[in-house]
């Protein structure tokens, strides 16, 4: 049996964002389940066990590669440490690595917190214009944009533990779009891992479904 390919979205996110892959994945005839991390913004500190849980609730009881993007890239180890040899493989898509990864800074979230110390909607933290070009058209902003979730600011004093060595034994690989990313695939590099550059803007699997899946089964498939 194929694995299923486990489309993870950011706990800001949610499902919408890859929403368009896994349909291009499922007409190629591979299982792609997309858990939902959006309980995490609704749970207490350490708040990513919730994401975790769902992760693990998505999998089941078969095989799974996992696909994180953006922060869920952060879930991986405690994921893995749940699944243990039931995963076949990760390959992360424009995301943070764990324990070294780009993610937001207390510095750049602090003013943007409210009295009630959540964040605003994701997309509200950028230039309109620079929101803009991430989608296709206003349907798909409209769909990704309703699932968003206030994440708690504390949310980022919590952040999921990555202990040394827990990429060993796992196939590992990186897909990214463009910039801060760039230095998640050069860290991917150093350390043996498959890499491969589908240039676009964050969500591009948005805007380019077909590319984005084919180059996860492409680095999915590779070393299995």
Avoid at 16 to 44: D, I, K, M
Avoid at 53 to 82: F, K, M, Q, T
Avoid at 189 to 194: K, N, P, Q, R
Wanted: glycine share 8%.
């Amino acid at each position: 049996m194929e694995p299923s390919i486990m489309l993870i979205p950011s706990p800001l996110l949610g499902p919408a964002t890859w929403e368009a892959t896994a349909q291009v994945l499922q007409r190629a005839g591979r299982r792609a389940p997309v858990p939902s991390l959006q309980c995490v913004s609704h749970s207490g500190p350490p708040y990513w066990p919730a994401g975790v849980d769902a992760v693990v609730r998505a999998a089941g009881r078969e095989p799974v590669i996992l696909v994180p993007h953006s922060n869920a890239g952060l879930y991986v180890p405690a994921a893995l440490a749940e699944l243990g040899r039931q995963v076949r493989g990760v390959v992360f898509v424009d995301a943070a690595l764990p324990g070294a990864g780009y993610h937001a800074s207390r510095e750049f979230l602090a003013p943007l917190t409210g009295a009630d110390g959540k964040l605003p909607p994701w997309t509200s933290w950028w230039e309109e214009s620079d929101i803009a070009e991430l989608f296709p058209d206003a349907e798909v902003r409209s769909r990704v944009e309703a699932e968003q979730q206030r994440m708690p600011v504390a949310y980022y004093d919590h952040l999921p533990p990555a202990p040394h060595g827990w990429d060993e034994g796992v196939h590992c690989a990186y897909i990214w779009f463009a910039e801060p990313y760039d230095a998640g695939a050069e860290q991917a590099l150093a350390s043996g891992w498959l890499t491969k550059r589908v240039p676009g803007q964050h969500l591009h699997m948005l805007i380019d479904p077909q590319a984005v899946a084919a180059a996860i089964l492409e680095l999915a498939d590779a070393r299995r």
